[in-house]
Each structure stands twice: as C-alpha cells, then as structure tokens.
C-alpha cells in the first residue's frame, strides 16, 4: 500500500481549527435511529463508521443521513466511472470548497487509486495538472469548467463522454453534486481534518 500523499502537510500559516459546531455524539449514547445509521454503514461497503467528518454530522440528523451515506456509498463503489478519476473531481471539489476533511480522507484514497504525487500537490494548490494522465486531465478541465461557470462547452463534454458514456457522466455529475454537498456540511459544521493530520488548507477568517 502506498504511503499517504505529501499533501497532508499543513497548510503554511495555517491557524488552530474552529471548533466544530455541532457535539460529537457517544456512540453508547445514541438513540435507535442514531444506531441504525451506524450500522448501515458498518455493513455497507465502507466497512466501518468513523465518528468524524461528515459522518459525524449525519448523526445529528439520521434520517437525512441514512439517504446521505446510501447515495455516497453507491458513487464511491457502485459507479462506472474509474476510481481514480472520480478522486481527481473528488479532489477538486475539495480544495475549491477548502474541505479539510474530505480533503485529507480522499488524498489518501487518490495516491491508492493510482493518481500521481505530484498531480495530487498541483490540486491541492489550485494548479492545472499538467504531468497528469490525459483521462485525469478531461475530468479536471470538465470540473473546473463546470464550477466556474456553471456549463459545460461541447468540447470539454465530449472529451469526458468518449472517457464515460452517458451513464458515466451522469455518475461524475451526481458524484460532484454529492461531494459539493459534503463539502458544504463540512465547511458549515466546522468539521476538522481527522485527528492527526494537519489542516491542508488555510482555514478563511470567520466569526
């Protein structure tokens, strides 16, 4: 198994991380509901529940996370779109919303699925991917594309459609969604990276 991707080093002057702003539920202390969604995660194909990040979120509100968990394990696991880039537009997603967490968890899951070191640092920076794979580089330029403004050009469309088919850009679409949506709870809860790991991104002044 490869070593988690330099990407994981803080973020120069990066300041101490808010508090997250919801509480970090006992696990002995849930309610039936509380459980069942935990278990629905340990049984799917994650594997197992971590008391952080999204998922700790989703907790405080068990119904919409039961649905939540369900879709985001279907376009982890279920899609046709190949791993490795579905964590190219994961990671996009990420370091253009600065989520710390998804961040941190999906760099690991990347560097897993073959994508390079140095195309991970050049998202992590913003930067277009240049050494990258050409596959890596239509769905970064079908991404950026699609979040600066809010369409897709016949050309960017059709070099990511030859990679995926229709259901496959359906899949990819779906899956920034998701993702955007992750990013937001994250961003909104103040959810930190996972314990141990430096923030990766500069964390925006707030009140």
Not at 100 to 129: N, S
């Amino acid at each position: 198994m490869p070593k988690s991707p330099s990407p994981h080093s803080r973020a120069k002057g990066a300041p101490r991380a808010p508090s997250p702003r919801v509480p970090m539920l006992a696990l002995d202390t849930l309610t039936q509901e509380q459980q069942a969604l935990v278990a629905a995660i340990k049984s799917g194909p994650r594997g197992r529940f971590s008391n952080d990040g999204p998922f700790a979120v989703y907790l405080q509100a068990p119904g919409f996370g039961q649905l939540a968990q369900q879709l985001g394990a279907h376009l982890r696991f279920g899609t046709g779109v190949p791993p490795r880039l579905a964590e190219v537009a994961i990671l996009f997603t990420a370091q253009y919303w600065k989520a710390q967490y998804e961040w941190a968890a999906h760099a690991v899951f990347a560097g897993r699925h073959g994508v390079k070191e140095a195309t991970i640092r050049d998202l992590q920076a913003g930067r277009a991917p240049k050494s990258a794979p050409r596959d890596e580089q239509a769905i970064y330029a079908f991404v950026k594309e699609l979040y600066a403004t809010r369409r897709v050009s016949n050309a960017t469309y059709a070099r990511v459609h030859k990679l995926l088919g229709d259901a496959g850009t359906v899949e990819l679409v779906g899956m920034l969604g998701y993702y955007v949506m992750v990013s937001m709870i994250l961003d909104t809860f103040r959810m930190p990276a996972p314990e141990g790991t430096p923030p990766p991104f500069r964390e925006p002044g707030s009140k």
